[in-house]
T-cell receptor, first 112, second 113 residues
Framework: NAGVMQNPRHLVRRRGQEARLRCSPM?????VYWYRQLPEEGLKFMVY????????ESGMPKERFSAEFPKEGPSILRIQQVVRGDSAAYFC??????????FGPGTRLTVT | DAKTTQPPSMDCAEGRAANLPCNHS???????VYWYRQIHSQGPQYIIH???NNETNEMASLIITEDRKSSTLILPHATLRDTAVYYC??????????????FGQGTTLQVKP
């Protein structure tokens, strides 16, 4: 049973470019969560999605960040016009309903 | 979700049991205690969770006090690969409205040879 998959594992973007991070949940999981870990800091919740619905986006920055989980395909976290402060590890997790969450290996975003 | 308090760091000798405490004195009756760990820069790994009864799986045991205000995660025979940051989190389970995990600073466990 494949775990949560994230790609790319490493992403380098210049300031002002767009970053797209993908997350494929575990088989049978319909709930996806995104977390961000800034350098030397703890994990912070960003957004919680079910298929085609955003359930909780209380941790998402108000501008430039968006997330989706379409009926088909992976969940996408999109960061427009990236800035150096967006450099971080972005982790995706999935679950059945709202039980234990299983995390992917993360995408490390570096903004130059 | 209730707040948790953990010691910032602990050491453990390889092969010995590691006992990681967590205080959650404001826990509600429908909140579960979850434990995760993060090894170096990897994605967090689910370990175990429980409501009020003690739980055991292939990774660890979870002991919850009778008043549920504190708990202890036990790694019975710690290895060097168990060196990680361990997070104790309380949350409501099974609710479609409350999915997020709130990570504190956790306990950095250093297993020494």
């Amino acid at each position: 049973n494949a775990g949560v998959m994230q790609n790319p594992r490493h992403l380098v973007r210049r300031r002002g470019q767009e970053a797209r991070l993908r997350c494929s949940p575990m088989k049978g999981h319909s709930h996806v969560y995104w977390y961000r870990q800034l350098p030397e800091e703890g994990l912070k919740f960003m957004v919680y999605l079910q298929k085609e619905n955003i359930i909780d986006e209380s941790g998402m920055p108000k501008e430039r960040f968006s997330a989706e989980f379409p009926k088909e395909g992976p969940s996408i976290l999109r960061i427009q016009q990236v800035v150096r402060g967006d450099s971080a590890a972005y982790f995706c997790a999935s679950s059945q309903v709202s039980y234990e969450q299983y995390f992917g290996p993360g995408t490390r975003l570096t903004v130059t | 979700d209730a707040k948790t308090t953990q010691p910032p760091s602990m050491d453990c000798a390889e092969g010995r049991a590691a006992n990681l405490p967590c205080n959650h004195s404001t826990i509600s009756g429908n909140e579960y205690v979850y434990w995760y760990r993060q090894i170096h820069s990897q994605g967090p790994q689910y370990i175990i969770h429980g409501l009020k009864n003690n739980e055991t799986n292939e990774m660890a045991s979870l002991i919850i006090t009778e008043d549920r205000k504190s708990s202890t995660l036990i790694l019975p025979h710690a290895t060097l690969r168990d060196t990680a940051v361990y997070y104790c989190i309380v949350r409501v389970e099974g609710s479609s409205n409350t999915g997020k995990l709130i990570f504190g600073q956790g306990t950095t466990l250093q297993v020494k040879p």
